[in-house]
């Protein structure tokens, strides 16, 4: 059942796109494409255009129709939730998995599992859906959030763009650093030749992750990586770019590791931290690395 809601503008000048999306649980980008689609009306006309610029008085309508079945099968997967209430939950995935299903990876993803195990779905895109509002890569563990509902989604999605959102990883990195600690302020984007991999570009998005060293490891380091922004690959490739490649990446690390690594990265997402969309309590939640992380981990610490 479509869902309507109406507006009488008390001061003009602002945009049909943000004044709607300051009113609801909506992102601006999915106001644009109801406005696109006819689905708001201003003084009873379709307006049309995101950007029309609302005068004091008007009458401004908007309809959210029901979100629509995804086409993703739920699948009875081994999930672990570590936490879920009515507005989300924070799950974890182990290395190997892929989080959404893509070509080459139709099913068996975290989406499947989500899918079957939670009761409720965001619907913020026009599809009902689980709500992830970040991801991981398929062969990095931890740590995952999940918005239940579009308000919790929004204002979730909101945090990780406010930089208020803690992200902790760690990490087992080749050679010893030169300082304890760091940061690594550099514009990640698509890599100019090969578009499977990111790279550090002038032209890129603005990545800035904080680390520090843990332990020294025979040949190696034992770090904390937290994350300012969240771009795709950003630990990996900010960590080759120092020349400590995380151990096991079969992208960004060395053609010929020193350590006989399979499995891909060692890399761990260990904690998430967060303001409760509904009550503001603030969250956070921490996980240790899988065996095959400590493990190695052991095996590599001086004796």
């Not at 869902?3 to 503008?9: L, P, Q």
């Not at 974890?92 to 975290?110: E, I, Q, R, Y």
């Not at 499947?112 to 009902?128: F, Q, R, V, W």
């Amino acid at each position: 059942m479509a869902d309507e809601r109406c507006w009488r503008v008390e001061d003009g000048g602002a945009r049909l796109d943000a004044y709607i999306t300051e009113r609801t649980e909506l992102t601006r980008s999915r106001v644009a494409a109801l406005i696109e689609e006819g689905q708001a009306l201003v003084n009873g006309r379709a307006a049309g255009k995101a950007g029309l610029r609302l005068r004091a008085g008007d009458e401004v309508r908007l309809c959210v129709p029901e979100a629509r079945e995804t086409g993703v099968e739920a699948q009875n997967i081994d999930l672990r939730v570590v936490y879920e209430d009515s507005d989300l939950a924070v799950v974890f995935k182990p290395s190997g998995m892929v989080v959404h299903p893509a070509a080459g990876n139709p099913d068996g993803t975290l989406v499947n599992a989500l899918l079957y195990h939670l009761d409720g779905l965001s619907g913020i895109g026009g599809e009902k859906r689980p709500g992830l509002v970040h991801r991981i890569d398929k062969d990095t563990s931890g740590l995952l959030l999940v918005a239940k509902n579009d308000r919790a989604h929004v204002s979730l999605a909101e945090q990780i763009k406010e930089h208020s959102v803690e992200r902790a990883y760690l990490a087992i990195c080749t050679g010893h650093f030169r300082e304890p600690m760091g940061v690594v302020d550099a514009p990640i984007g698509r890599h100019p030749t090969d578009r499977k991999k990111m790279a550090i570009r002038e032209s890129g998005r603005r990545a800035v992750t904080h680390w520090r060293v843990l332990e020294e490891l025979r040949g190696a380091s034992y770090i904390e990586a937290r994350l300012e922004t969240g771009r795709t690959h950003q630990i990996r490739v900010h960590m080759a770019s120092l020349g400590h490649p995380v151990l096991g990446d079969p992208v960004y690390g060395p053609k010929r590791s020193p350590y006989p690594v399979t499995g891909g990265q060692l890399l761990h997402a260990a904690v998430i931290g967060f303001d409760h969309p509904a009550t503001g309590e603030r969250m956070r939640f921490e996980v240790p690395p899988e065996p095959r992380f400590l493990t190695w981990l052991e095996r590599l610490k001086m004796r």
